[in-house]
């Protein structure tokens, strides 16, 4: 016998699960600007500090959209808003 | 974040320490109270210290260790803030991007004194966020007059696009700090909660060292370069340095 509340409980576990899917996309992109990063420094040494901070800073941007599915699977894991509509 | 305790003596959110009535109000004062309460002084105490070396400071001699070091420090951020906003009007935001830098670095480092991060508290990074959301316009404001408001409606309809990318600015601002400061509490608690006792005594090390030390100073670097970013934006466009 399953309760509507272990119901909504089970149900936000999966749906946090799947929300951190959202993690595929910022790995793909930072992977894709610290190759570009790479391939820069190869190409001009002497510019190393700059690209650095240029690379570290487009990849902290780009995590966001990872952070936002982060958020949510937290939200439903920890401060449920479902479980106060039963 | 709500007060639960997770696999035991585990606990991931804000813990209320001590309940407290004001106004009526049940209020408590929570590990982020104390986290930030505990930095603060030491930026204060670390504050009077180098205030004391500066005075003590004869010119005639070769100047200490620990003056030597604050001047690096300071010189650092002068560099950092003037490269980035320019020399024209990048001098007036250096104390305010110190500071910042210096807050951040430490809280994000909480973790490795045994200390919650203040700045996985969403009332802590938000708070940065509008700091930074006021200082553009009002910055915006100062240097643009007018045309800051009017060059949202350039394009007539594309405004509200235009709007909710300024409301946006301070939401992903503090959202990114929490969610990389949480994500790395998050870790180390579950670490921490499934591991055998044996085993805690090594492998905790590397994940601090990581999510602690080397993610916070990078989510510290790019907090703060991202609002010199948006408030160099905000000068006048003839100055050329930018």
Redesign the interface.
């Known amino acids: 016998m399953i309760t509507d509340q272990g119901l909504v409980l089970a149900c936000s576990a999966i749906g946090a699960g799947i929300a951190m899917i959202a993690g595929i996309g910022p790995g793909i992109g930072q992977g894709i600007a610290a190759g570009y990063g790479a391939s820069a420094v190869g190409r001009n040494p002497g510019a190393r500090g700059s690209i650095m901070?240029t690379m570290?800073?487009g990849q902290?941007?780009a995590?966001?959209t990872g952070?936002?599915g982060?958020?949510v699977a937290?939200i439903l894991l920890?401060?449920n808003p479902l479980l106060g509509r039963l | 974040m709500g007060t639960e305790r997770f696999a035991g003596e585990i606990s991931i959110g804000v813990n209320g320490v001590l309940r407290y009535k004001l106004f009526g109000q049940e209020v408590f004062l929570t590990t982020t109270h104390i986290g930030m309460t505990l930095i603060t002084l030491t930026l204060l105490i670390a504050a009077l210290l180098v205030n004391r070396a500066v005075r003590r400071a004869d010119w005639r001699k070769q100047p200490g260790r620990f003056l030597n070091g604050a001047e690096m420090l300071v010189e650092a951020v002068d560099r950092f803030t003037l490269g980035n906003m320019g020399t024209e009007h990048g001098g007036a935001f250096a104390n305010y991007i110190g500071t910042l830098f210096l807050f951040l670095m430490l809280s994000n480092m909480a973790g490795v004194f045994g200390l919650r991060s203040p700045t996985a508290d969403y009332g802590v990074t938000l708070a940065l966020g509008l700091l930074t959301f006021f200082l553009i316009h009002y910055n915006g404001i100062r240097y643009q007059k007018a045309k800051h408001v009017t060059k949202l409606f350039r394009p007539f309809f594309l405004a509200p696009i235009q709007i909710i990318g300024e409301i946006a600015v301070p939401l992903s601002l503090s959202l990114r700090l929490f969610g990389n400061v949480l994500s790395g509490t998050v870790l180390i608690a579950l670490v921490y909660g499934l591991l055998p006792r044996v085993l805690l005594l090594v492998l905790p090390a590397f994940l601090h060292a990581y999510l602690d030390v080397f993610s916070g100073a990078v989510q510290t670097y790019v907090f703060c370069m991202l609002t010199m970013v948006f408030v160099a934006q905000t000068f006048d466009r003839r100055d050329e340095t930018l």
């Open positions: 901070s570290l800073l902290a941007v995590e966001t952070l936002y982060f958020a937290i920890f401060a």
